[in-house]
């Protein structure tokens, strides 16, 4: 059963920093585009970032230069590192699975992060 977990959330003061993780299991993990999409109070969910298989990169403008997503495929686990982290990024973030090929996807049950003083 594919299941992904996430990991790393939390509460933090505005400039600091937090690294989400998020582990695969029961799917090919190389042949799905890993993202991390966030969902504040009232608006919708929205994509932060993403990486390919081949390690290929898209941003949301608003984290560009201040998160960083990698993945481990020999670990079947995605990273989202957050950097200089500001109030607006406070939401619950969620990991993705999208099938390269059959277009289904898989969702995590999200984490929490607060950008708080």
């Known amino acids: 059963q594919a299941q992904l977990v996430e990991s790393g959330g939390g509460l933090v003061q505005p400039g600091g920093s937090l690294r989400l993780s998020c582990a695969a299991s029961?799917?090919?993990?190389?042949?799905?585009?890993m993202a991390w999409y966030h969902q504040a109070p009232g608006r919708q969910r929205e994509l932060v970032a993403s990486?390919?298989?081949?390690?290929?990169?898209v941003y949301a403008d608003s984290v560009k230069g201040r998160f960083t997503i990698s993945r481990d495929n020999g670990k079947n686990t995605v990273y989202l590192q957050m950097n200089s982290l500001k109030p607006e990024d406070t939401a619950v973030y969620y990991c993705?699975?999208?099938?390269?090929?059959?277009?289904?996807?898989?969702w995590g049950q999200g984490t929490q992060v607060t950008v708080s003083s």
């Open positions: 993705n699975a999208h099938h390269l090929i059959g277009g289904t996807d898989v």
């Open positions: 990486i390919n298989d081949g390690g290929n990169t």
């Open positions: 029961g799917i090919f993990f190389y042949v799905y585009r």
